[in-house]
């Protein structure tokens, strides 16, 4: 089976729909939890098939520096490595190597920085990137790119996106002829229309299997974020999957989800459940509050997940106080599986063509809070 995307049903700019891999199908609008470091922290790979994830994203950056795409490869792929047999999408390295600020040296050629585990030196370039993502297997390829922090000045963010779109040809021209696997391009350009339609222009006439948009969710905040969601997936081929990198929150996945956005991943529902916060439907639960530490009620009584089903919000409270490890995943497990259900009910409501209503409910619900104890 070949690499394909299709969508069922629209509803306004949203679309609900299915990517094709080998590997397995991904229902779109898709949200992919963040196994950087080949796991998604605190969860088995079976539990977050359980709640709901099609495919997972994997970190270049970190998985070159350990334990290494060649040791992967020689061990069988990053699906065997780390026991996931769906599909698996793998960013570039280009964001993790602009977050080392002062550790990093850019040149047309690529970027030289020094490893944050180590101290070691290494090259990134797009042709190393694409031979990493090869070795480890990956379904889904990103190109190679540079992304500025914002706010930044107009002429900064232009000449980092120009030269991101010549990385985006030699990451095509490196990625080569790979049935089954998929290569997507990054529009970049900040928050200007101008350079978003000319990133997307040289990607289009470069040619990809799906196209991300980039540079956002870099400190912009979220109404210039949607501001630029308003009008940037528009440049994009409507025929291909458009992927928003990094979100996020579940109002910016809501709101990116109907300004056609197929695609999201973020490591905040894993990274908040190691740190007491759990999602709901009603906004965040800080479950190291003292409030908890009496409450028999579950997080969220219209939940299914393991969290919810069996244990107590006076429970959690109590072995996230404890240190104890069960903490961690059982409120892991409870966001991703609350970010699941999300996306779950964003495809119904678009293939109901209710998704208005589906958005009011949803922001409804969060208005009136969590609930106070009993």
């Known amino acids: 089976m070949s690499f394909a995307f299709s969508f069922n049903a629209t509803d306004g700019l949203a679309r609900s729909g299915v990517i094709q891999t080998p590997r397995g199908q991904i229902r779109t609008p898709a949200f992919m939890p963040v196994g950087t470091a080949a796991t998604v922290k605190a969860m088995l790979p079976e539990s ?54 002062g550790l990093r040296k850019l ?31 990956s379904d889904i390829v990103m190109a190679f790119d540079e992304c500025p922090a914002l706010p930044a000045g107009e002429a900064e963010v232009a000449a980092s996106m120009r030269l991101s779109m010549r990385w985006a040809q030699r990451s095509r021209d490196a990625f080569g002829d790979r049935p089954g696997h998929a290569l997507f391009g990054i529009m970049q350009g900040g928050v200007t229309p ?52 990094g979100v996020g929150k579940p109002d910016d996945i809501v ?42 009620r579950p997080l969220d009584e219209s939940c299914a997940c ?28 409870h966001n991703l599986y609350y970010y699941q259900d999300l996306m779950a009910g964003l495809r119904d409501a678009i293939a109901a063509g209710r998704l208005d209503d589906f958005v009011a409910d949803f922001h409804a619900e969060r208005a009136e809070g969590d609930l106070p104890p009993l």
């Not at 270049?60 to 999408?89: C, K, Q, S, V």
């Not at 350079?195 to 210039?224: C, P, W």
Request: with cysteine; glycine share 12%.
């Open 48 to 101: 977050v098939r359980q709640t709901g994830a099609d495919i997972l994203l994997g970190n270049t950056y970190h998985l070159m520096l350990r334990p290494g795409a060649e040791r992967i490869d020689r061990l069988g792929g990053l699906h065997r490595f780390m026991n996931w047999d769906r599909p698996i999408l793998t960013d570039s390295g280009g964001f993790q190597v602009m977050s080392l600020a």
């Open 107 to 137: 040149t047309e050629e690529g970027v030289t920085f020094a490893s944050h585990i180590d101290g070691s030196r290494h090259v990134l370039t797009p042709e190393r990137s694409m031979e990493i993502q090869r070795l480890l297997g």
């Open 194 to 245: 101008e350079l978003r339609e000319e990133s997307a222009e040289a990607l289009k006439a470069i040619g990809f299997d799906g196209y991300a948009v980039g540079g956002l969710a870099v400190g912009e905040g979220q109404e210039a974020m949607f501001g630029v969601l308003d009008y940037a997936p528009g440049f994009l081929p409507k025929d291909k999957p458009r992927y928003l990198m």
């Open 255 to 296: 709101g990116a989800v109907q300004r056609g956005i197929d695609m999201m991943d973020c490591v905040l529902p894993s990274r908040s459940g190691r740190t007491g916060q759990a999602w709901t439907r009603r906004g965040q639960v800080n479950i190291k509050n003292a409030r908890h530490a009496d409450d028999p």
């Open 306 to 333: 393991p969290a919810c089903r069996g244990y107590s919000r006076a429970y959690l409270h109590h072995v996230f106080r404890a240190g104890e490890m069960i903490s961690g995943m059982l409120l892991t497990w």
